[in-house]
């Protein structure tokens, strides 16, 4: 096997392996870099080695699930429709927030890796209908960090949607409520 072959089968493994144990886990933080190589039956330091630390081992087994819900049929549906921007946005952005409320041990364990370290030139998956939608009217830095704003803001709400939800009785496990609140994002950062 080649050295590149070997070097993807182990983060294929420590992908796998992470996965199994934070959806074991109450506490997907908790999940260690010991438990998670030993899973993999891989050393500790390959953690670091294929992926840089554990945070982003943690974020890159998020995004591959992710990844997969984005390919989803109903995504695919939502990005081939002849709606209007805007609504393509609010659509796509409740499809996400659906999944981060769906799989809220994932969101909790990789809220601060995305807020805090995750690198900023890489652009969100909404961007190029932020772009469009503003036709000009805005740079594309302006875009993109419009496009930031929504995609972790809506991220962090949800991570906190229990004291959302105690504070301000918005409920984000109620679809209708998720919903009215992506509605009311959008609507705030698009301008009306």
Not at 70 to 76: H, I, M, Q, Y
Not at 123 to 149: M, P, Q, W
Request: a negative charge; glycine letters at 4%.
């Amino acid at each position: 096997m080649k050295k590149d072959e070997k070097l993807q089968l182990t983060k294929d493994k420590l992908l796998d392996a992470t996965f199994e144990l934070m959806e074991a886990s109450e506490d997907p933080l908790a999940v260690t870099s010991r438990q998670i190589a030993a899973k993999a039956d891989v050393k500790p330091a390959m953690i670091n080695y294929c992926f840089g630390s554990r945070e982003n081992l943690i974020y890159q087994t998020f995004q591959n699930r992710y990844l997969n819900f984005l390919g989803s049929a109903d995504v695919e549906q939502i990005l081939n429709s002849d709606l209007p921007l805007r609504e393509v946005l609010k659509k796509l952005h409740y499809a996400v927030a659906e999944c981060l409320v769906q799989n809220h041990k994932f969101t909790q364990a990789v809220t601060a890796f995305v807020l805090f370290k995750r690198d900023l030139g890489q652009e969100s998956f909404s961007f190029n209908y932020v772009k469009k939608h503003f036709e000009g009217r805005k740079t594309d830095a302006e875009c993109k960090l419009i496009a930031y704003e929504m995609s972790t803001m809506m991220q962090l709400i949800i991570y906190r949607k229990e004291d959302i939800k105690r504070d301000f009785g918005i409920d984000l496990d109620d679809p209708e409520q998720l919903r009215h609140y992506i509605d009311m994002r959008i609507d705030l950062l698009l301008g009306l």
